[in-house]
């Protein structure tokens, strides 16, 4: 596509429900990223993927978080027994590739997926 | 040593005047470092990003400024316009970007 596409645009949700959150990338690009936005903060690294598996995923809060690429191209975002503390703004960006001080990680983000708990 | 320090929170200039936003960070494995707009609503969009062998790079009003010395980096917009209001992030990256936490800038003509 286009651009990078998230659904759903909202979702409100009550405590302890189970969530999923879907990226579609840009055609084309191997990379895909999570970031989770709260109000008047700036972007919260969560996980990226090279291709389908998870390269990095340092960022997940807990083990309620999970994430999947299982074909290299759309990705899931998998929240279990949400909690309030996790009402944000999921960002989803995808890139060409990640390339090591190549100056190259342009990454392009969707406008994201509001998430409210109740 | 992950984190990207910037100043200032919020940001009010005058159509016409100089937006100057700073970041600071403390890893020096960083070798990427954009600027991302942000407008309500929106996702971070890429405004102009520079290399640490470069001190200064603009790209029409806008322009960025890197001391690798002092791990210290800006953004300065040249000739606001209330158009430019949003909010502003910086980042730095290796093979991840870490953002700042944001400047809100709001220009009143």
């Known amino acids: 596509g286009a651009g990078v596409s998230q659904t759903p645009s909202n979702k409100v949700t009550e405590k302890g429900k189970y969530v999923e959150l879907r990226c579609d990338p840009i055609?084309?690009?191997?990379?895909l990223y999570w970031y989770r936005q709260s109000l008047g903060q700036g972007p919260e690294f969560l996980i990226y993927f090279q291709g389908t598996g998870a390269a990095d995923d340092s960022g997940l809060p807990n083990d309620r978080f999970f994430a999947v690429r299982p074909e290299g191209s759309v990705s899931t975002l998998k929240i279990q027994r949400t909690e309030r503390g996790d009402s944000a703004v999921y960002l989803c960006?995808?890139?060409?590739?990640?390339?090591?001080?190549?100056?190259?990680?342009?990454?392009?983000f969707g406008a994201g997926s509001r998430l409210t708990v109740l | 040593q992950q984190q990207v320090k910037q100043s200032p929170q919020s940001l009010i200039v005058q159509k016409g005047g100089i937006s100057i936003i700073n970041c600071a960070y403390e890893?020096?494995?960083?070798?990427?470092f954009p600027w991302y707009q942000q407008f309500p609503g929106k996702g971070p969009a890429l405004l102009i990003a520079?290399?640490?062998?470069?001190s200064e790079k603009k790209e029409g009003r806008f322009t960025i400024s890197f001391n690798k010395s002092a791990k210290q980096f800006s953004l300065h917009i040249m000739d606001s316009q209330p158009g430019d209001s949003a909010t502003y992030f910086c980042?730095?990256?290796?093979?991840?970007?870490?953002f700042g936490t944001g400047t809100r800038l709001q220009v009143f003509p």
């Open positions: 980042a730095a990256s290796t093979d991840k970007l870490i």
């Open positions: 520079i290399r640490p062998d470069v």
């Open positions: 890893n020096t494995a960083f070798d990427y």
């Open positions: 055609s084309g690009h191997t990379a």
């Open positions: 960006a995808s890139s060409q590739g990640v390339v090591m001080g190549g100056g190259a990680n342009v990454l392009t």
